[in-house]
């Protein structure tokens, strides 16, 4: 199904995500402390897995490998991801280890602030050996972030997963996703984030990572072209509601966002990427030719704008339909 926004098809290729599935508890008023909040929604998340949801939303295909607590709550995620069309096959269950909770505050202006339980949480123990290699080399692209990163085991089942993906010849796509209160110290996060960062096909950032990484107060040019690798085909720099830049070898620029009413931020990244993996999944040439790279970039900010306007990442994450709508709205 051709959308006629100009934009690529929606691939049928398997887009896999690796990482953490968590519960986000969202405080039911926003614009107040944790502590004041009267109550709070249970909401599905943890950016890896929004991302395949998001994909799957789409009409793509998709796969999340990681794991969570033999518990209700792990369960409940697993059941989500199944709901959604997501293939499950490389979640495994830990008995020993609760499923990671987030508590997070939204801010008047929808922006998030994070309080972790993780000690460790099951996503923390997943071991190299107990990967679904076979699921992994079926991916046509491989996505993962960060937090996966910051301990073991789960740092070695990161890196061998990449390297499977990678043989197989998928492409990887990256997605720092900071989440500075879960690391030991900010030079450890830059470190680790920066450890696995020439492996990378395509990487997203957000301006906020941009200043972390680079240790600058400038978001220009420049300065995310010092993130650039030769091994590279696209660095995405997205500013929230000020839209997006691109880079690649042969080409730069940037593609107006879409304005809506912002309510909460949460999982607008994670739209935002999903939408782009399934616009290239099958055709990777398309990121050789600016004018597609920019109508998929466009159709990638409709889905992020859209995310935003409810609380909650997954239940706000669009359909194409919706997509379709809030673009021809806006042309």
């Given at each position: 199904m051709a959308p006629n926004n100009g934009a690529s098809p929606t691939g049928s290729g398997l887009i896999v995500s690796f990482g953490e599935m968590l519960i986000d508890f969202v405080p039911t008023v926003s614009g107040v402390s944790l502590a004041d909040a009267p109550g709070f929604?249970?909401?599905?998340?943890?950016?890896?897995?929004?991302?395949?949801?998001?994909?799957?939303?789409?009409g793509g295909r998709s796969a999340f490998v990681g794991k969570l607590g033999e518990d209700e709550f792990g369960h409940m995620l697993a059941n989500i991801l199944r709901e959604h069309g997501v293939n499950d096959e490389g979640i495994c269950f830990d008995k020993g280890a609760r499923t990671a909770l987030a508590f997070v505050t939204l801010r008047s202006d929808g922006e998030r602030e994070f309080m972790f339980y993780r000690n460790p949480s099951a996503d923390m123990l997943l071991k190299a050996d107990e990967l679904n290699i076979k699921l992994i080399k079926s991916a046509k692209i491989f996505h993962y972030g960060s937090i996966s990163l910051i301990v073991?085991?789960?740092?070695?089942?990161?890196?061998k997963a990449m390297e499977e993906?990678?043989?197989?010849?998928?492409?990887?796509s990256y997605d720092p996703n900071l989440r500075l209160p879960l690391w030991p110290s900010a030079d450890e996060a830059r470190e680790q984030i920066k450890s696995i960062w020439d492996k990378a096909d395509i990487i997203k950032v957000s301006d906020d990572e941009l200043k972390f990484l680079t240790k600058s107060e400038k978001v220009d040019d420049e300065t995310a072209m010092s993130l650039w690798h030769d091994g590279l085909k696209l660095l995405?720099?997205?500013?929230?509601?000020?839209g997006c830049k691109y880079y690649t070898k042969n080409f730069r620029g940037s593609v107006d966002p879409f304005k809506v009413k912002t309510v909460d931020t949460t999982g607008a990244g994670d739209s935002f990427v999903g939408a782009l993996l399934c616009k290239i999944v099958d055709?990777?040439?398309?990121?050789?030719?600016?004018?597609r790279v920019r109508e998929i970039l466009r159709f990638a900010n409709a889905c992020g704008a859209i995310t935003t306007t409810k609380k909650g990442a997954i239940p706000a994450l669009p359909s194409e339909a919706d997509v379709e709508a809030l673009i021809k709205a806006s042309t």
């Open positions: 929604l249970k909401a599905p998340g943890g950016a890896p897995a929004n991302v395949a949801i998001a994909v799957s939303r789409l073991e085991p789960c740092r070695s089942a990161h890196i993906a990678k043989k197989a010849g998928a492409l990887l995405l720099l997205t500013l929230g509601e000020h055709d990777q040439s398309v990121l050789e030719d600016e004018k």
